[in-house]
């Protein structure tokens, strides 16, 4: 199997050779609930899991094991998220720009979660960076908890579950095996497109909502006239 260690995205190879497979869990528990952490390649790491487990190299682990060490840790890191956000409240969407915290991502997932409802949840799994904001915006909203378990739960699963088993069907493809670092690149582009189609969207709903904004009426001069 070629080294992915030279890959500019994710060194797969290296953290799970290093880590095994708690080092799968914590980079998902990270990303999931650490503000932080948004930027890291989790779906990517999902695909590369389920390669590894086909070729039974480096990952010595049944399928079903790591598919389930994967949806408990990202069930996990949700609740972390959900928690910090009741307990900062609106004090984090007031935060000002800094090198891992972006105004705008913080807006962008508020939005998607307005517009979604709870099952922004099980969406924003699918979308990286809203992955890691939905649910604790969730907790600033201070949505049910019973609703937010739910809708968490049923998005872990199907994201650990979906990815893992693309990565493993498709190890078992020559091409696929010896071109492991092109596949994983454009695992990450795609998995970029939903958030940059979202925020087109957004942008444009924002547009149109500005245009239609009615100009506040000009004060007119009533003059009194003398009674006669």
Not at 2 to 15: F, I, R, T, V, Y
Not at 138 to 152: D, H, P
Not at 219 to 227: H, M, N, Q
Request: charged share 15%.
């Amino acid at each position: 199997m070629q080294n992915l260690a030279s890959s500019p995205l994710l060194d797969a190879e290296a953290l799970i050779s290093t880590f095994g497979l708690l080092g799968i869990m914590a980079t998902v528990f990270a990303e999931s609930g650490l503000i932080v952490c948004f930027f890291l390649p989790g779906d990517s790491l999902l695909f590369t899991s389920g390669l590894l487990v086909s070729n039974d190299q480096i990952l010595h682990q049944p399928l079903w094991l790591v598919m389930l060490a994967i949806a408990v840790a990202a069930v996990l890191g949700d609740q972390f998220g959900y928690a910090f956000g009741r307990k900062v409240g609106g004090a984090l969407f007031r935060r000002p720009n800094s090198r891992f915290f972006k105004q705008e991502n913080a807006e962008r997932a508020e939005q998607f979660m307005q517009k979604h409802g709870p099952k922004a949840l099980v969406m924003a799994r699918f979308i990286p960076v809203f992955r890691t904001f939905i649910p604790i915006t969730a907790g600033v909203a201070r949505m049910t908890y019973r609703t937010f378990f739910l809708f968490n739960v049923i998005g872990a699963v199907l994201w650990s579950v979906s990815l893992t088993l693309v990565g493993y069907y498709l190890g078992q493809i020559a091409f696929v095996r010896d071109n492991i670092e092109a596949i994983v690149i454009l695992i990450v582009l795609v998995s970029g497109i939903p958030i940059i189609v979202e925020g087109i969207r957004m942008r444009r709903r924002a547009r149109a909502a500005s245009r239609q904004t009615p100009a506040t009426p000009s004060a007119t001069v009533e003059t009194e006239l003398p009674r006669p």
